[in-house]
């Protein structure tokens, strides 16, 4: 549904999407080509402008798949502050990859971790890097089509259905709904951990899959916070209060998880991917000076964590803590999705290529 500004820019969605259903047609037609790689290719993107769980789901892949195959992820590095490809190394900051490819990184140390604006140039120079890689991830790659490959994994958030959603700037598609054609696995993330049957459902008549098109639902769940440099882990209680430092594109689930565990949070938002700066240091210790409870700590999301780890001199003896959060499957459909990718990587071994 729209809301009245957004309502007022309607006719620019109409001339946005005209542009991005030109640009779908021409690759449909083959006129603009998009590169094939025969080599396993796992895309996770969406339709929207963001908050669907795609970096959560990339890390859940590569649990799933570190103790098999060699793995790598390749992103574009969204507003990181260099250009064409890196490879994260020991030395890699936030600035140099992006936050979402550092918090990957961080995470699981073993893998490769690229970025490169041309995913289609960054893709034969990672594998001219790294010759015994046996899998890629294309993190946010759904909607750029100049690469086509071979498992399209396309996510929509339960409680705004891109099926429900409109073209940008009216609403918060940045591709036509059409081209959730071209998924092979679509994930409603952010579900209810109680979802029933009835509404499970209820949301697959709404996203009218093709019959060719597997249909996954899951729920989040919220690790121990963890210190930013210590890495102690604490439990949250109701005597404990909490400024949540905030910069992703839906904080809806978070904030719903804190009503349920501390007696009370203050709620410091900033724009999704923000860069902290100085001044935002002194605000964010501005504020949890104000709080009076002296039990009391301040947490933050594990992509905003990354882009504070370079105060560390400053936030050092501050309780600040991290807020792990996963994906994990209903309906005992984690099994079933397993097998999926593992199947799809290891039709390449056989020689086959993968048919779905």
Same mark, same amino acid.
């Given at each position: 549904? @729209?809301?009245?500004?957004?309502?007022?820019?309607?006719?620019?969605?109409?001339?946005?999407?005209?542009?991005?259903? *030109?640009?779908?047609?021409?690759?449909?037609?083959? #006129?603009?080509?998009?590169?094939?790689?025969?080599?396993?290719?796992? +895309?996770?993107?969406?339709?929207?402008?963001?908050?669907?769980? %795609?970096?959560?789901?990339?890390?859940?892949?590569?649990?799933?798949?570190?103790?098999?195959?060699?793995?790598?992820?390749?992103?574009?590095?969204?507003?990181?502050?260099?250009?064409?490809?890196?490879?994260?190394?020991?030395?890699?900051?936030?600035?140099?990859?992006?936050?979402?490819?550092?918090?990957?990184?961080?995470?699981?140390?073993?893998?490769?971790?690229?970025?490169?604006?041309?995913?289609?140039?960054?893709?034969?120079?990672?594998?001219?890097?790294?010759?015994?890689?046996?899998?890629?991830? @294309?993190?946010?790659?759904?909607?750029?089509?100049?690469?086509?490959?071979?498992?399209?994994?396309? *996510?929509?958030?339960?409680?705004? *259905?891109?099926?429900?959603?409109?073209?940008?700037?009216?609403?918060?598609?940045?591709?036509? /709904?059409?081209?959730?054609?071209?998924?092979?696995?679509?994930?409603?993330?952010?579900?209810?951990?109680?979802?029933?049957?009835?509404?499970?459902?209820?949301?697959? %008549?709404?996203?009218?899959?093709?019959?060719?098109?597997?249909?996954?639902?899951?729920?989040?769940?919220?690790?121990?916070?963890?210190?930013?440099?210590?890495?102690?882990?604490?439990?949250?209680?109701?005597? +404990?209060?909490?400024?949540?430092?905030?910069?992703?594109?839906?904080?809806?689930?978070?904030?719903?998880?804190?009503?349920?565990?501390?007696?009370?949070?203050?709620?410091? /938002?900033?724009?999704?991917?923000?860069?902290?700066?100085?001044?935002?240091?002194?605000?964010?210790?501005?504020?949890?000076?104000?709080?009076?409870?002296? /039990? /009391?700590?301040?947490?933050?999301?594990?992509?905003?964590?990354?882009?504070?780890?370079?105060?560390?001199?400053?936030?050092?003896?501050?309780? #600040?803590?991290? *807020?792990?959060?996963?994906?994990?499957?209903?309906?005992?459909?984690?099994?079933?999705?397993?097998?999926?990718?593992?199947?799809?990587?290891?039709?390449?071994?056989?020689?086959?290529?993968?048919?779905?």
């Amino acid at each position: 549904m @729209l809301n009245k500004f957004r309502y007022f820019l309607f006719p620019f969605s109409l001339v946005y999407g005209a542009v991005v259903g *030109l640009r779908n047609k021409l690759f449909d037609k083959k #006129i603009l080509r998009s590169a094939t790689f025969d080599f396993p290719l796992i +895309c996770i993107g969406n339709l929207s402008m963001g908050g669907t769980g %795609k970096t959560p789901m990339v890390e859940y892949i590569i649990r799933i798949l570190t103790n098999t195959f060699k793995v790598a992820t390749l992103s574009r590095g969204y507003k990181r502050k260099t250009k064409g490809f890196i490879m994260a190394s020991e030395s890699t900051t936030a600035a140099d990859i992006g936050d979402e490819p550092m918090q990957i990184h961080k995470k699981f140390p073993n893998i490769t971790v690229c970025v490169a604006e041309e995913r289609v140039i960054g893709i034969p120079r990672l594998l001219d890097e790294k010759p015994g890689t046996e899998v890629i991830i @294309l993190d946010d790659a759904f909607q750029h089509r100049e690469i086509k490959a071979g498992l399209n994994i396309l *996510l929509t958030e339960c409680n705004n *259905l891109y099926s429900n959603d409109f073209l940008l700037p009216s609403g918060n598609l940045r591709d036509n /709904k059409n081209s959730s054609k071209r998924a092979d696995i679509i994930i409603v993330t952010k579900c209810d951990s109680n979802l029933t049957e009835g509404i499970k459902e209820k949301l697959i %008549k709404e996203l009218k899959p093709e019959l060719y098109q597997e249909i996954y639902f899951t729920s989040i769940k919220y690790d121990l916070p963890q210190h930013l440099f210590t890495g102690e882990k604490i439990v949250l209680d109701y005597g +404990c209060d909490v400024l949540l430092i905030c910069g992703i594109a839906n904080p809806r689930p978070i904030m719903k998880f804190l009503d349920t565990k501390v007696s009370s949070y203050e709620f410091l /938002k900033f724009k999704d991917h923000h860069i902290f700066k100085v001044n935002d240091l002194k605000e964010i210790k501005d504020r949890f000076s104000k709080i009076k409870n002296e /039990k /009391k700590i301040i947490l933050a999301t594990e992509k905003d964590a990354v882009r504070l780890t370079k105060f560390e001199k400053e936030l050092a003896h501050f309780p #600040i803590y991290i *807020l792990p959060m996963s994906h994990y499957f209903l309906f005992d459909q984690e099994t079933l999705f397993e097998k999926k990718i593992q199947r799809f990587i290891s039709s390449f071994e056989k020689g086959e290529g993968f048919n779905n």
